[in-house]
């Protein structure tokens, strides 16, 4: 599907990605597997806020081939560079990160280069869930409005439909034991409280989705000349 948005970068085979929120490297990997097809990586800088996961990353970053690679223990709303990218990513990262600084990335691009955020939905059980600990979360919904309202040239598509079971989490009596481990992990919680477990056993099974977007965003210069 990139392919089919970004046909012809002129850098392509020599690529340079930034990704924010690069985390502990597992989908970073896969994703720069799966661009060998059409592209060359020459070089890969990755940010995140967390020591650890960088420490991890720096691990499964040590068979890329692309020729040089860093990675940056950075906050994506203060990182700053002169350094343009063709490729820039954000891979479920943007949760955080301001919607207006997607104009200072665009403004990092290439000429030809692309901006890609995949982002859950409202619609999400998992932003549901993380949103009623952190209200400040974005949400697709957000990257959005934001695009729209700044006039930015973008395409965006649904990227994950899929449904879940509601009966696999809980009952009108409140979560399963078995399903306890999936909210600790989702809420980043040892000890569930009363208020989610009331809000989980109330939800209706169509809020057990797991509803994405991902957004492809070009250059602001590329707007202007259309």
């Given at each position: 599907?990139?392919?089919?948005?970004?046909?012809?970068?002129?850098?392509?085979?020599?690529?340079?990605?930034?990704?924010?929120?690069?985390?502990?490297?597992?989908?970073?990997?896969?994703?720069?597997?799966?661009?060998?097809?059409?592209?060359?990586?020459?070089?890969?800088?990755?940010l995140d806020v967390s020591a650890s996961l960088l420490h991890t990353a720096k691990e499964e970053f040590?068979?890329?081939?692309?020729?040089?690679?860093?990675?940056?223990?950075?906050?994506?709303n203060t990182y700053q560079t002169e350094q343009k990218y063709d490729l820039i990513l954000?891979?479920?990262?943007?949760?955080?990160?301001?919607?207006?600084?997607?104009?200072?990335y665009q403004s990092l691009l290439t000429p030809t280069g692309i901006l890609v955020i995949l982002i859950n939905s409202q619609k999400n059980l998992i932003w549901q869930i993380r949103h009623i600990y952190d209200a400040q979360l974005l949400a697709s919904?957000?990257?959005?409005?934001?695009?729209?309202?700044?006039?930015?040239?973008?395409?965006?598509?649904?990227?994950?439909?899929?449904?879940?079971?509601?009966s696999q989490f809980c009952t009108t009596l409140g979560i399963?034991?078995?399903?306890?481990?999936?909210?600790?992990?989702v809420t980043r919680e040892e000890k569930l409280d009363q208020t989610l477990k009331n809000t989980v056993a109330?939800?209706?099974?169509?809020?057990?989705?797991?509803?994405?977007?991902?957004?492809?965003?070009?250059?602001?210069?590329k707007l202007k000349k259309d």
């Open positions: 599907k990139l392919h089919d948005q970004w046909p012809d970068p002129a850098n392509k085979d020599h690529l340079h990605v930034l990704e924010i929120g690069c985390g502990d490297g597992a989908m970073t990997k896969h994703v720069l597997h799966q661009l060998k097809a059409e592209y060359k990586v020459g070089n890969y800088t990755g040590h068979t890329l081939s692309s020729e040089s690679h860093q990675l940056l223990l950075q906050d994506a954000s891979l479920n990262s943007w949760y955080g990160v301001e919607t207006n600084k997607i104009a200072y919904e957000d990257i959005e409005a934001y695009l729209h309202s700044n006039k930015a040239l973008f395409k965006q598509w649904p990227w994950n439909s899929k449904k879940w079971d509601r399963k034991p078995e399903a306890v481990p999936f909210f600790q992990y109330s939800m209706p099974p169509a809020s057990f989705s797991l509803a994405q977007e991902i957004f492809f965003i070009y250059p602001n210069e």
